[in-house]
């Protein structure tokens, strides 16, 4: 009997649990929640107590003076009507560095962190549980305890295809931030555009940055004739680093090499192996041209980039692409062929990996980490490389991150099995040029199934990746990023055994309410 009545406590127990879970509407959703029955006013009289989160209580008395217009000022302590940020570095063993509890009751909210990080989060929780009636502010009473799944919650933007701008990607910056989202990959760099300043090789936005019109679809002979360009000056790149860091979020430079690298090759025709001028495509696609990395020259320009790069980004991750290469150049160069004999290059995968392992080195004597996507293991995945074109003798260097967009078991298996950390952005998931519902989003997992136990925290994270071949405009881009980029702040965020597709779509309303208010035509 007394068993059976202490099952029946803990069913009890874990009901109560998870209906408090799920009584507060925030995405992502947290790992612990608890009512507490009672509600505190907010008003232009409540004191905001930073202690040593100062830049966090600014964001905070901002945002609540643009979105509510309500003027908090700042004090030294308050008996109530407050809101305390409370930094506590000794919590970090339970917390992590994002984690955080909200504690808010009629008296005040507190919301403790073991790093200003943590501090952060716990704002935005915040800023989602503020009942507004008019003019009269409300915050209900609840306990939360809070931490991510997963320390890489990446979106990444491509606008080496279609060029976005500044204010763009300072929206797309807030909304990441208030969904805890804290890896901003940026895609520069590709053969149809050049979207970064380089000041010691001008000719890379001059005429990298530009093309005389765009393909319509994949493989069609429809153009839009109208010229398309764009870039950002590196003035511009440290704005928008700087309003990134503001907001908690790492921005991860991609910069285009082996392949991808037609728009560089127009801009200077000696970075290729045929040395001949072309024009930067306008057809969407892979395309042949590729950098010549037997020559000293070109990986002299590479890593000169690449100083420019790492001056601007304090990103401790570069990512190199590294992916859809193809060797039909190499192959007809009697100069690469020669290099690869000489250096018992036994294929042009071998000679992309040893390429990639010198790039990783100078990155790393720089104290900076490797990216690429998972081609760079020397694995074949495409039709347009003979079956021979795979890695025999070369590794590729233990340092680098794989970043799978291909992300079948197996190949994550081998890459984590090796020692390799690994983000996971299995495109048929991830990928926001795709037509696919929000529930596939909500959905997917960073960890495939069956991968074994020992492996699993290899699995650095995930990203959501808005490629950009035909998306030309924010408008085209948002209708595609919204809501979905809410479900993967869940898929990154929260436990799995705490989402509940029901309830994130309840939640959803705080969103559709704001982004319909900023402008931002959102989908479905």
């Known amino acids: 009997?007394?068993?059976?009545?202490?099952?029946?406590?803990?069913?009890?127990?874990?009901?109560?649990?998870?209906?408090?879970?799920?009584?507060?509407?925030?995405?992502?959703?947290?790992?612990?929640?608890?009512?507490?029955?009672?509600?505190?006013?907010?008003?232009?009289?409540?004191?905001?107590?930073?202690?040593?989160?100062?830049?966090?209580?600014?964001?905070?008395?901002?945002?609540?003076?643009?979105?509510?217009?309500?003027?908090?000022?700042?004090?030294?302590?308050?008996?109530?009507?407050?809101?305390?940020?409370?930094?506590?570095?000794?919590?970090?063993?339970?917390?992590?560095?994002?984690?955080?509890?909200?504690?808010?009751?009629?008296?005040?909210?507190?919301?403790?962190?073991?790093?200003?990080?943590?501090?952060?989060?716990?704002?935005?929780?915040?800023?989602?549980?503020?009942?507004?009636?008019g003019n009269i502010y409300t915050i209900s009473g609840v306990d939360i305890k809070d931490k991510p799944r997963f320390g890489w919650r990446a979106f990444m933007l491509d606008e080496a295809r279609h060029f976005k701008g500044v204010a763009t990607v300072k929206q797309l910056l807030d909304e990441m931030a208030l969904l805890k989202m804290n890896t901003f990959h940026w895609h520069l760099t590709d053969d149809q555009g050049w979207r970064i300043e380089i000041k010691k090789y001008p000719l890379l936005t001059k005429i990298g940055s530009h093309r005389d019109s765009s393909q319509t679809a994949f493989g069609s002979k429809v153009y839009r004739l109208v010229p398309h360009g764009g870039y950002y000056t590196q003035e511009q790149i440290k704005d928008i680093i700087q309003y990134a860091t503001e907001r908690h979020i790492n921005i991860v430079p991609e910069i285009e090499m082996p392949g991808h690298a037609s728009a560089a090759i127009a801009a200077y025709p000696w970075l290729g192996t045929r040395h001949e001028q072309i024009a930067v495509p306008a057809q969407f696609g892979v395309h042949y041209n590729v950098f010549n990395v037997t020559d000293p020259k070109v990986i002299g320009f590479l890593q000169d980039v690449l100083q420019e790069v790492m001056t601007l980004f304090p990103s401790k991750v570069i990512h190199i692409g590294g992916d859809?290469?193809?060797?039909?150049?190499?192959?007809?160069?009697?100069?690469?062929?020669?290099?690869?004999?000489?250096?018992?290059?036994?294929?042009?995968?071998?000679?992309?990996?040893?390429?990639?392992?010198?790039?990783?080195?100078?990155?790393?004597?720089?104290?900076?980490?490797?990216?690429?996507?998972?081609?760079?293991?020397?694995?074949?995945?495409?039709?347009?490389?003979?079956?021979?074109?795979?890695?025999?003798?070369?590794?590729?260097?233990?340092?680098?991150?794989?970043?799978?967009?291909?992300?079948?078991?197996?190949?994550?298996?081998?890459?984590?099995?090796?020692?390799?950390?690994?983000?996971?952005?299995?495109?048929?998931?991830?990928?926001?040029?795709?037509?696919?519902?929000?529930?596939?989003?909500?959905?997917?997992?960073?960890?495939?199934?069956?991968?074994?136990?020992?492996?699993?925290?290899?699995?650095?994270?995930?990203?959501?990746?808005?490629?950009?071949?035909?998306?030309?405009?924010?408008?085209?881009?948002n209708v595609r990023v919204y809501p979905r980029l809410a479900a993967y702040a869940e898929v990154g965020w929260t436990q799995p055994a705490n989402k509940n597709y029901t309830a994130f779509q309840q939640a959803l309303g705080y969103f559709y309410a704001r982004w319909k208010k900023a402008g931002i035509n959102y989908g479905q």
Not at 110 to 116: E, F, P, R, S
Not at 374 to 382: A, P, Q, S, T
């Open 1 to 133: 009997m007394q068993t059976i009545r202490q099952m029946l406590a803990a069913l009890t127990a874990l009901f109560c649990a998870t209906t408090q879970l799920y009584a507060v509407n925030i995405i992502p959703r947290p790992s612990e929640v608890k009512t507490t029955g009672t509600t505190f006013s907010l008003t232009d009289q409540t004191a905001i107590i930073a202690g040593k989160s100062a830049s966090e209580a600014g964001f905070l008395q901002q945002t609540l003076a643009t979105e509510y217009g309500l003027h908090l000022s700042a004090a030294s302590n308050a008996a109530s009507n407050y809101i305390r940020l409370d930094l506590q570095p000794q919590l970090a063993q339970e917390l992590g560095q994002e984690g955080y509890t909200l504690h808010t009751d009629n008296t005040g909210v507190v919301i403790t962190a073991a790093t200003n990080t943590g501090i952060f989060y716990g704002i935005q929780s915040l800023r989602q549980i503020i009942n507004a009636n």
């Open 324 to 477: 859809e290469v193809k060797y039909d150049q190499w192959k007809a160069d009697s100069t690469v062929v020669k290099y690869m004999r000489d250096h018992h290059l036994n294929s042009p995968a071998d000679l992309q990996i040893a390429f990639t392992n010198s790039i990783s080195n100078y990155l790393a004597d720089n104290n900076r980490r490797m990216m690429g996507w998972n081609e760079i293991m020397g694995v074949k995945l495409h039709e347009y490389n003979d079956a021979n074109d795979v890695a025999g003798t070369e590794k590729l260097a233990p340092q680098t991150i794989v970043h799978f967009w291909k992300g079948e078991l197996s190949l994550i298996r081998d890459a984590v099995s090796k020692g390799y950390d690994v983000v996971n952005s299995y495109h048929s998931y991830t990928y926001l040029d795709y037509d696919f519902k929000l529930d596939k989003a909500y959905g997917f997992d960073p960890i495939p199934t069956g991968l074994e136990p020992q492996y699993q925290s290899k699995i650095l994270g995930f990203g959501c990746q808005m490629w950009g071949e035909f998306i030309p405009d924010a408008q085209s881009m």
